[in-house]
């Protein structure tokens, strides 16, 4: 009996020794933005052309001015977005917006410059971080995290899941997913990082955007779908002529 007990305790020290240790997804996250340029971040202004719009953003300390600036026909229009609100100009004259059509303007504004420099913005406090797993992608190891929001201060999208593979030893997110509402369902994202260059400190990357092919597919699932062929690319995410200047 005595012996069976200490056979017992033996297999179950021997188990538990051999579980990987926790990985703490913060701490993951953290060294990806600081990688990533993420105190340059801080005080930067961003300038980049994405498909026919020019967009702007200057930071300063958590205070943040977030531009959009294209023409319709002879109109000059810039769309801001402040830790104010939104506003939309027209040929310099501030005009009125509804509401609802403003919440669409300032999300449209918001999400390309969040997507632009991420993973930097994924330390504000209405940001979750838990560890899922760590996975292999094209034979290369990755940390894959899952990122949720707050409804206070999350934004209008607040309910949206993102996942993010962050490189085990470089600690770069080479590629991320989400999912989104879409009408009555629920819509699917994967995309995979190139033309990796970093600009006055910062880092910055180009997307295939890709979206899965069977109805089966979950979020989670994505990056082996990825691997197994199993995505459609539908559209290149490229931001051209970026600049990074200083106060």
Request: charged share 25%; glycine share 6%; proline share 2%.
């Amino acid at each position: 009996m005595l012996k069976n007990t200490v056979l017992l305790l033996v297999l179950i020290g021997f188990n538990y020794s051999c579980k990987k240790p926790s990985v703490d997804a913060d701490a993951v996250i953290k060294q990806s933005i600081m990688l990533s340029g993420g105190e340059r971040f801080k005080t930067s202004t961003i300038v980049f052309n994405f498909r026919d719009k020019q967009y702007r953003a200057k930071h300063n300390n958590g205070n943040y001015v977030l531009e959009r600036y294209f023409t319709v026909g002879n109109d000059s229009i810039v769309d801001r977005l402040t830790n104010v609100g939104f506003e939309r100009v027209i040929n310099r004259q501030r005009v009125v917006v509804p509401d609802s059509i403003a919440n669409l303007y300032s999300a449209s504004v918001n999400s390309v410059h969040y997507f632009s420099v991420l993973p930097i913005g994924l330390n504000a406090e209405a940001v979750n971080k838990h560890y899922v797993s760590q996975v292999s992608i094209k034979g290369e190891p990755y940390h894959k995290i899952k990122v949720t929001f707050n409804e206070d201060g999350g934004g209008e999208d607040f309910d949206d899941v993102f996942l993010y593979w962050v490189h085990s030893k470089t600690y770069k997110v080479d590629y991320l997913a989400y999912s989104y509402h879409e009408g009555n369902g629920l819509g699917m994202r994967f995309r995979e990082a190139y033309n990796e260059r970093y600009v006055n400190g910062i880092r910055f990357v180009d997307y295939n955007n890709y979206k899965p092919i069977s109805e089966e597919a979950t979020l989670l699932n994505l990056d082996v779908l990825f691997a197994e062929d199993e995505l459609k690319l539908l559209s290149k995410i490229e931001l051209e002529g970026v600049r990074v200047s200083y106060e």
